[in-house]
């Protein structure tokens, strides 16, 4: 069965400084792994996904995650952190068997970035 | 903007009322999924609807249900609604062929409709 733990349900940056969000994962098959975020009043928005080809994944405004199968980890770090990158942020683990397309949502990390 | 569009954006009601909520999916897109999203749950997968079948159940009551028209717009329909339906209300969709061809699994988020059950 598939499962996915965010280590942190809220993490506080200041701006300029690394982010670093933390996921485990526990999956029977080789899994697909995305981070989707979502800002406040918003939908889910993909940020990146590994899906087994290279484990540096790179997604969109400067976030990256890296698949480290012996550690079931799929962490999401970013450089510098914006301001506008406060928001909430869900790491996800995908089944895909029979035509269901399964998505397990983690329960989520709260990004504060202060001034 | 994912594609995917949902209305209403903001829904009131009272208990023992029924709502539909509508949603429609990126052009291509064959499969619809709805979730629930509140905050003593989280995000729960409610159904999945593939080329107008349904395909897989996950956490929906009775009282909930949807279904996928020809022209792949799906509606959920909540009714005898409580006051612990106030959630907000995501579709997504994802590519699968007619085959069951998998393009790409990730899905791609509406932006919600949010339900207040007053």
């Known amino acids: 069965a598939q499962s996915v733990t965010q280590l942190d349900s809220h993490v506080s940056v200041s701006e300029g400084t690394p982010v670093l969000l933390r996921c485990n994962y526990s999956s029977s098959y080789s899994p697909s792994l995305f981070w989707y975020v979502q800002h406040p009043n918003k939908g889910l928005q993909l940020l990146l996904k590994y899906t087994s080809a290279a484990t540096l994944v790179k997604g969109i405004n400067g976030f990256e995650a890296e698949f480290k199968k012996s550690e079931t980890s799929f962490h999401l770090t970013k450089p510098s952190a914006h301001m506008s990158d406060a928001a909430e942020y869900f790491c996800v683990v995908s089944h895909f068997s029979g035509g269901y397309n399964k998505l397990i949502f983690g329960a989520g990390t709260r990004l504060a970035v202060h001034p | 903007d994912s594609g995917v569009t949902q209305t209403p954006k903001h829904l009131i009601t009272a208990t023992g009322q029924r709502v539909t909520l509508r949603c429609s999916p990126r052009?291509?897109?064959?499969?619809v999924y709805w979730y629930q999203q509140s905050l003593d749950q989280g995000l729960q997968f409610l159904i999945q609807?593939?080329?107008?079948?349904?395909?897989a159940k996950g956490n929906i009551l009775e009282r909930f249900s949807a279904q996928q028209f020809p022209d792949l717009h799906s509606e959920l329909n909540l009714s005898s609604l409580e006051l612990g339906d106030s959630a907000l209300y995501f579709c997504?969709?994802?590519?699968?062929?007619?085959?069951?061809?998998?393009?790409?699994?990730?899905?791609?988020f509406g932006p919600g409709t949010r339900l207040t059950v007053l």
């Open positions: 052009s291509g897109d064959l499969s």
């Open positions: 997504a969709s994802s590519a699968l062929t007619e085959g069951g061809l998998l393009l790409g699994n990730e899905q791609f």
């Open positions: 609807y593939y080329n107008g079948e349904e395909r």
